[in-house]
């Protein structure tokens, strides 16, 4: 078997945090990544503390959005901040293209790079080009691992439906 190389280890990696998201709405992961090496994590979740979204449902802003949640990549960032870890010049590896929001955050942060493996909503993406953060949709898990992981996804979400 060919040793596979750090863009997809970092990705599948954040493909494996994403398995600890709390939106049933959605499940995310994120990797910020130095040198190849990783610096922090995240998943999308309530802040901590708080009640999660399969414990007591999404709350909707109206537009089927889910605002109990903090997107993946900002708690990735913060946990970095939090515990004194410097992201300027990271790259960021996340299962879902960044929203707007998120992208600011990314863009203040300094990170350099990032790169995803589903497409979210395009708003984030031109605001990265914008501000000259390199931006790469990554295509990986062409094994079995995909369709583990996939249904993963969906026997939580089923679960999540059936209000477990």
Known sequence: ???MGRDEYLMRIASVV???GT???ARVGAVLAREGRVVSTGYNGSPSGTAHCEDEGCVSNGEGRCIRTVHAELNCICFAAKHGIGTEGTTLYVTHAPCLDCAKAIINA???EVLYLKEYTPNGLRLLKEAQVDTKYYSIIPDDLSSKIKN???RRNEDAGRGR
């Open 18 to 20: 994403a398995l600890r």
């Open 23 to 25: 939106c049933s709405r």
């Open 110 to 112: 300094g990170i350099k």
């Open 152 to 154: 993963v996804f969906a």
């Open 1 to 3: 078997m060919k040793r």
